[in-house]
């Protein structure tokens, strides 16, 4: 009898590789700060790390890279702040679309579109459109995104179909739930990094990180490498994922 049951991991985890790498993208305002600049420009400067690490993900087997951008806790920032990011954020769209088109690169978002200008969501639809054929890397951006939001939106959605009569409670199941979610065509991630030194989630992929392993580094998100990054995703493979069953005999 095998002592692991590899048909209880979560979809989409391999066997060893992190298929799925989310990061929290955090330590920009402390980056600035350190420098005596505004945290708008530690904003910039970590924005530029993107291209970079999104690079890196073939050559090292991660084909999912979930990225977060906007919390829906970041509304509580300064107004100047918020509508920096804002601004920087339409301005990544429009200066880097063609270039993720051309790698490759296929760009979704999640997260509550709601509160955001309709300028930013045709953009952020726009390029999601662009992006729809590509299947090199596929670049997920969390923008005004919170776990607890997005399971609260999916059970009122999963509500509303049960009160059209389309579904009832007896198909109430965690993956009937799971398909109401943002991320509903991701695979679960496998590792979560952590930028900054703070050892939280920040609600973050709360659904879908319960089997993640973590990595929490102290590194700010604007220093952070190609190289880094790829020393913790080839770390990754040695770690032992049992998901609540027993560990497999070498
Ligand atoms: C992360 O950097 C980016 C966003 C939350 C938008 P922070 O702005 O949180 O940087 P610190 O944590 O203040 O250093
Ligand atoms: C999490 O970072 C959100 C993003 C990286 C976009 P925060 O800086 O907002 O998290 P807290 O406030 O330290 O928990
Ligand atoms: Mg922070």
Not at 218 to 227: I, N
Request: aromatic share 8%; charged share 30%.
């Amino acid at each position: 009898m095998a002592l692991t049951t590899m048909t209880d991991a979560p979809k989409g985890a391999g066997p060893s590789g992190a298929r799925h790498v989310a990061i929290i993208m955090d330590g920009n305002g402390r980056w600035a700060q350190m420098r005596g600049r505004p945290r708008l420009l530690g904003h910039h400067a970590g924005a530029k790390r993107i291209r970079e690490i999104v690079e890196a993900c073939p050559d090292l087997g991660v084909k999912y890279l979930t990225i977060f951008a906007f919390s829906t806790e970041n509304w509580k920032r300064t107004q100047s702040e918020v509508a920096g990011l804002m601004s920087l954020f339409r301005r990544y769209i429009q200066r880097e679309a063609q270039d993720l088109f051309r790698r490759g690169v296929r760009v979704r978002f999640i997260g509550d579109r709601i509160k955001l200008d309709p300028k930013l969501v045709q953009l952020m639809d726009d390029l999601e459109l662009l992006t729809s054929g590509n299947d090199r890397v596929h670049l997920t951006i969390a923008l005004n995104y919170g776990g607890r939001d997005e399971v609260t939106r999916a059970a009122k959605r999963l509500a509303y179909e049960i009160e059209m009569g389309r579904l009832t409670h007896k198909d109430v199941d965690a993956e009937t739930l799971a398909r109401f979610l943002d991320t509903h065509v991701l695979p679960d991630p496998d590792l979560v990094i952590r930028t900054s030194g703070e050892a939280r989630i920040s609600n973050f992929l709360l659904w879908q990180s319960a089997y993640a392993e973590y990595e929490f580094i102290d590194t700010l998100w604007p220093d952070f490498t190609a190289g880094e990054f790829a020393r913790i995703v080839q770390g990754f493979a040695a770690r032992d994922r049992r998901y609540g069953g027993v560990k497999a005999k070498a």
